[in-house]
């Protein structure tokens, strides 16, 4: 929607429709917005649009083409307070708290770091209902999500969930966090927990399907990617996904023939038999996978990534012993190895070892290099001893 040049002075008070905000500054097709209207994943923003519009925090004082005093579409001075139908909120008042109760001005206070910690995450929020509250700190989340405060974000939402395990949106936008953050496995866990309360969410799949994509589980990426098509044909990103899957797909299985062939001219090759084992697990072909491993190990078991990978499928399949054996064996080759170290904790936890998993996930962190390793150990270690502490 344009504004036309007036030929007398324009109204003071003419606000678009919430939605146009919405569709200007998501800068998405009509479509678009009522294919996601429809699935209800705008209703929280279209009621804060709505609220600033309503309470004129929404004018022209912070559109995007109010310079200087002057309408750059009507060209004419306006005065602050007016708006008209071209509004488009400026990038910095897109995501502002609008709540009352803020503790700056009125009208505009940008949500910072010490002002959610203060205000939320330790209880001292405006009094209200424990439901309202919780609602409130989830959009909190969502907007510091949008601003890049991840660490903050994932903050919120973990607060959220600990009060309501079930809030859809808020594990939905956790596991979005955590795979900004880089922390795949830990954004997949996630995803499925959300899976579990509602199975029928497209954006959930396709988002499960970039992090199997980024683990390298390429056949269940592909599938995931699938189920959101199949609930939501008219997704970019899903479409996006699937073809980039189906790519890597078909390029491991040409690199399979081809370590076929290779090995029949020498089937005593381990490197060979190591990477077509990896290939096997890239597709979700555990047993042909561990079968690779084994013949690589037999020819060389000082290859401590084979034992590692071999210990991930045993414990995937539920051989948690078999597992735990072949993390030391890889930890035997290379005592510094954090993921195995962290693998262990996992296998640990299964047996009922909660006092191990801590110490080797512990271990895991000193020595992790990655931040999306160190971050995950870090985790699961403060469960395990929050768990036990809760045991006392």
Not at 198 to 220: S, V
Request: aromatic share 10%; net charge neutral; hydrophobic share 35%.
């Amino acid at each position: 929607m344009t504004c036309k040049k007036p030929t007398s002075n324009p109204p003071e008070w003419n606000p678009p429709a919430p939605s146009t905000v919405y569709i200007k500054i998501k800068n998405i097709p009509y479509e678009t917005f009522k294919a996601r209207l429809n699935e209800g994943l705008v209703t929280t923003e279209l009621d804060q649009i709505r609220y600033r519009l309503e309470r004129r925090i929404y004018c022209c004082e912070v559109c995007s083409k109010h310079v200087n005093g002057y309408c750059v579409i009507t060209n004419r001075k306006v005065e602050p307070g007016w708006i008209c139908k071209a509004f488009v909120p400026k990038e910095e008042f897109i995501y502002l708290d609008s709540r009352p109760g803020s503790e700056t001005s009125p009208d505009f206070r940008y949500l910072s770091e010490t002002g959610l910690r203060k205000n939320y995450l330790e209880g001292e929020g405006p009094e209200e209902s424990n439901p309202k509250s919780t609602e409130s700190l989830y959009e909190e989340g969502v907007i510091l999500y949008r601003q890049g405060r991840l660490r903050l974000a994932l903050e919120a939402f973990d607060t959220v969930l600990s009060e309501n395990p079930r809030h859809f949106p808020a594990l939905f936008h956790k596991g979005n966090t955590l795979l900004k953050l880089k922390r795949y496995e830990e954004a997949l866990e996630t995803f499925e927990s959300a899976s579990r309360i509602n199975p029928d969410h497209p954006g959930l799949w396709t988002n499960t399907g970039f992090a199997l994509l980024k683990l390298e589980h390429l056949r269940q990426a592909l599938e995931a990617f699938e189920r959101s098509i199949f609930l939501n044909p008219v997704q970019k990103n899903a479409w996006e996904g699937k073809e980039a899957a189906l790519v890597r797909v078909r390029k491991c299985e040409e690199e399979l023939k081809e370590f076929e062939r290779l090995l029949e001219r020498n089937p005593e090759d381990a490197d060979i038999w190591f990477e077509k084992g990896k290939l096997h697990l890239k597709l979700g072909e555990l047993e042909k996978s561990r079968e690779a491993f084994e013949k690589a190990l037999e020819e060389k078991p000082e290859n401590a990534e084979a034992w590692h990978l071999r210990g991930k499928i045993l414990f995937e399949t539920g051989s948690e012993k078999e597992a735990l054996h072949a993390f030391e064996m890889a930890l035997r080759k290379k005592p510094d190895f954090s993921e195995a170290w962290y693998e262990k904790g996992k296998v640990f936890l299964r047996l009922g070892n909660p006092k191990g998993a801590e110490n080797a996930f512990k271990i895991a962190a000193d020595l992790s290099e990655s931040k999306g390793t160190k971050a995950k150990a870090e985790t699961a270690r403060a469960r395990v001893e929050r768990s036990g502490s809760g045991q006392k």
